[in-house]
C-alpha cells in the first residue's frame, strides 16, 4: 500500500534539514519511503497510490509519549480539589490508586486502558510508554504489565512505585519481593525496570537494588527522580547508563553538569507541575548546558491527568523556556531518544511512517493555540488510525 501526503506546508522531519517547505512524504508499507518538494514527488507509474492533500497544512511527526501510567482503576479528583486549596502533593496517595487497581476486574482495566490509547491518538501520540506500579503485589503487577503488552511494545515494570500498606514497617522486605517473585513475574511482559527513587518512595540504595536486578534480567533501566525534593537519583541513573531520568524538577547544579555527560535523557513532565502547583524546571538551562531533553505527559490520576502531548508543548514552551521548535523536538525525537529508538519520531526514509497532519499552517501553533484540538489526521505505520477531516 502507497500513500503520498502532497502540499505540505511545512514538513517538520527532525532530521538534517529540519523543517521543508512545500513537500511531500511517500509512505509505502507501513515506512517512510521517500521525503521532499511536492514538485518532485514521485508519480504513480501505474501502481495504486492514495493521494491525500494536506491543504499547506504542517506535517510533524508523531508524539512519543514515553512516560505514562494508564492501567488504574478509580481517579483522584477530589485529591486534585484539595491540592488546588493548598494541600501539597505526596508520593503516598499512589496508595489508594493501589487499593482500586487491585480490585478491579482485567477487563475493566482494559477497557480504561483502550479508552486512554484512543485519548492519546487523538491528541497525536503514536507511540506510548507504560508504566505498571498501581499493584505492588504479584498478582496485579503481573496483570498490569500484561495489559500494557498487549497495546504497546515499550512496557515498564514499576513495582518498585511505593511501599505498599501491608509492608510499611518493613520496606526492604519489598524491595527482597520486587526483585524476587515480582520480577519473575514481569519480567517477559516488560521491556524497562523502573524505580521512584525519592523521600517518601524508595532510597537510592533501595533503588540501585532494584534497578540492578532488573539489568540482570535484561531489562533496561529509566529512573523517577528529583521530584519532591533534590535527591541521589540522578547520579544513580547516569552511573547505570538509564536511557532516562524523569520529572528533575528539583536539579542541583552536579546533576546538571552529570546529565550533560551522559546518554541519559531528562524526561520533562510539565503535566505535574500543573498539577501539583511545584515550580516548572527551567529547560532553558538544561538545554543549555547540553542536556537531551524529552517531553512526556505523565498520564496518571494523581501527579498529572492528561493525556495532551500538545498542552505539555504549551507548558513547556510558556513556562520552562523553550522555543517551539525546541518542545516540538522533545516530544518527538527526544521521546524517542528516551526510549532509545531511532525508528521514530523523525520523518526520514526508513522510519515509520507515524505521522501528524495539523490543523494549522505551523508547528508554532502547537503553543500558541494552547486548548484547541489542532491534531487533524494521525498515521501510525502508515495506517490512518484518527481522522477529523
Ligand atoms: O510520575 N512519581 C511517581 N509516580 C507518578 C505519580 C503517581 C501518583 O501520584 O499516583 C508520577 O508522578
Ligand atoms: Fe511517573
Known sequence: MRTLISNIGELVTNADAGILRDA???IEDGRIAWVGPAASAPTTHGQE????DAGGRAIIPGFVDS???IVFAGDRAAEFEARMAGEKYSAGGIRSTVAATRAASDDALRARLRGFIDEMRAQGTTTVEIK?????DVGTEERLVRLAAKVTDEVTFL??????SEYADRPDDYVDLVVGP???ACAPYAKWIDVFCETGAFTVAQSRRVLEAGIARGLMPRVHAS?????GGVHLAVELGAAS???GTYLTDEDVAALAGSDTVLTLLPGVEFSTRQPYPDARRLIDAGVTVAIACDTNPGSSFTSSMPLCIALAVREMGMTPMEALWAATAGGARALRRDDIGIIVPGARADLVLLDAPSHVHLSYRPGVPLVRTVWKDGARVFDRS
Open 159 to 164: 513495582g518498585a512505585h511505593v511501599v505498599p
Open 49 to 52: 497510490m492514495e493521494v491525500v
Open 132 to 136: 505498571s506500579g498501581y499493584g505492588l
Open 24 to 26: 511531500a512524504v511517500l
Open 182 to 184: 515480582m520480577l519473575d
Open 67 to 69: 512516560h505514562s501510567h
Open 227 to 231: 521530584q519532591l525534593r533534590p535527591g
Open 245 to 247: 531520568i524523569d520529572h
